[in-house]
């Protein structure tokens, strides 16, 4: 009787396999984002393609949430698998929300500065999908998350004085003639640098585990 419940209880490995999944369905979202703030006519494409990522990562978080309650044993604290993939589907979360306002205002030209914040997602999404898998044997990876987690907090900064200096520069070239492009670009320059915050919040959450487990 016991091995047959244990044999449907989801495995620990799940919870790390659906983690890198999630992380890998972000990557290639943050790529696609970065690819449609080059602008032109693949906007729209681009756009429905962020939004069907989305969609994956959505089922992907639904299956960590299941396997969460049908689970006894969790490979960490139960409250910080819930807080790892609510991070992680956060990110991605964010990168909707821009090419929602981007597809909502048909904007097909971008400031130079959201595409360098678009060069820092894909960064950040980069060292989440690198680091993440490493927290299946956290203490002897300690070091390699700490890093990891020092560089994304670096890129986070990074992304802030874009986002200043991009407001900035929106505000002088809009000010007198158009108001309604500043508001448009201030939105999408929030929720791109918002993005960056959250993978920052990846980045903490992973950091915080290790320490509990040290």
């Excluded at 205002?105 to 999404?125: N, Q, S």
């Excluded at 998350?145 to 505000?171: C, F, P, Q, V």
């Amino acid at each position: 009787m016991l091995g047959w419940l244990q044999a449907l209880m989801p495995k620990e490995d799940r919870f790390f396999d659906l983690f890198e999944r999630h992380a890998q369905i972000s990557l290639e979202c943050a790529k696609i984002l970065r690819t449609l703030l080059d602008g032109g006519e693949r906007v729209p494409q681009l756009s429905e393609a962020v939004i069907r990522h989305e969609h994956q990562a959505d089922e992907v978080s639904a299956e960590v949430l299941f396997a969460l309650r049908r689970s006894f044993i969790t490979p960490f604290d139960r409250s910080d698998i819930h807080g790892l993939i609510n991070d992680m589907d956060d990110a991605i979360d964010q990168m909707r929300q821009a090419v929602k306002t981007i597809s909502l205002f048909d904007v097909a030209e971008f400031a130079p500065d959201m595409k360098r914040i678009g060069d820092l997602i894909v960064a950040t999404a980069q060292i989440s999908r690198e680091t993440l898998p490493l927290l299946r044997a956290m203490n002897a990876n300690a070091g390699k998350i700490n890093e990891a987690t020092a560089k994304i907090i670096e890129i986070e900064e990074e992304s802030d004085h874009l986002y200043m200096r991009g407001l900035k520069e929106l505000y002088r070239a809009h000010k007198d003639s158009q108001p309604m492009a500043y508001i448009v670009g201030s939105e999408i320059f929030s929720h791109l640098e918002k993005v960056v915050d959250c993978f920052e919040n990846v980045a903490h959450r992973m950091s915080g585990i290790l320490l509990e487990h040290l």
